[in-house]
């Protein structure tokens, strides 16, 4: 199998994630027009981790995602469950290591679900275009919610629904058409960007994802729309200990 179904099985996942990983990054500024640069900014914007911090950046992948909170002073692990991944990552950084600091990034391997990090750890937790891939929405956010300090913020990259009416037909038909096509150009696991189509079909829009993440025991929830709706930023807040 080159894709995962959307029951979200962590071992299809990872295993599909694996075989898309050496050319992810570029493929995925082909198929956004260079949006996932504008998306990256906007995600560690809304962090705005300063020096002394620590962030976690899950579903990092090959750590680009990363790069832009160590970037603004503060200390980050990039974890993910994709090996693969991770590895693509640490060699583009010169080492041949999968954990360990490589250019002010920590790779970690680690499931969203059983985060291998203590309670309160972490100023911020982000995770961008991942919290799709989980198998349990829910229960990831109450990991985060466990491993961020009381005060903490909590951001979400997603996918969501784009806004008006008409462009998300015409965003839908790009999805379930064009981008298989474009994919088979220059991924190296084209079948991926099938599911990565399906599964961003089914996904929750901006209210109900806000409602998952109140559920989950966030405060102060809130989004923003970015490029039309295509993609969403929700935030959070860790409650201040009583």
């Known amino acids: 199998m080159t894709r995962a179904s959307l029951d979200k099985q962590p071992h299809e996942v990872a295993a599909m994630f694996d075989r898309t990983a050496a050319r992810y990054d570029l493929v995925n500024d082909v198929l956004s027009l260079g949006q996932d ?91 961008s275009f991942g919290l ?14 466990r491993v961020t300090r009381p005060g903490g913020r909590l951001v979400v990259c997603e996918f969501s629904r784009p806004k008006p009416k008409a462009f998300d037909l015409v965003y839908t038909h790009y999805l379930m058409r064009l981008l298989p096509v474009v994919a088979r150009t220059v991924s190296s696991n084209p079948d991926s960007y099938e599911y990565l189509a399906e599964s961003i079909r089914d996904w929750h ?17 809130a989004w923003r729309d970015l490029s039309m709706g295509i993609v969403a930023l929700h935030r959070g807040i860790r409650p201040e200990k009583s």
Not at 205 to 221: C, E, F, M
């Open 205 to 221: 829009d901006q209210k109900s994802l806000a409602a998952i993440i109140q559920t989950a025991g966030w405060k102060r929830v």
């Open 132 to 145: 799709r891939n989980v198998a349990d929405t829910g229960q990831a956010l109450e990991e985060m919610l």
């Open 37 to 127: 640069r504008l998306w990256r900014r906007a995600t560690a914007s809304a962090i705005d981790a300063g020096p002394g911090e620590l962030v976690l950046d899950l579903a990092a992948g090959t750590g680009t995602s990363t790069d832009a909170f160590t970037q603004l002073g503060a200390r980050a692990i990039a974890c993910d469950f994709s090996l693969g991944m991770l590895r693509a990552g640490v060699q583009r950084r010169g080492s041949s290591g999968l954990t360990g600091g490589v250019a002010g990034v920590t790779f970690v391997a680690g499931d969203a679900l059983r985060l291998p990090f203590a309670d309160g750890v972490f100023d911020a937790v982000t995770i």
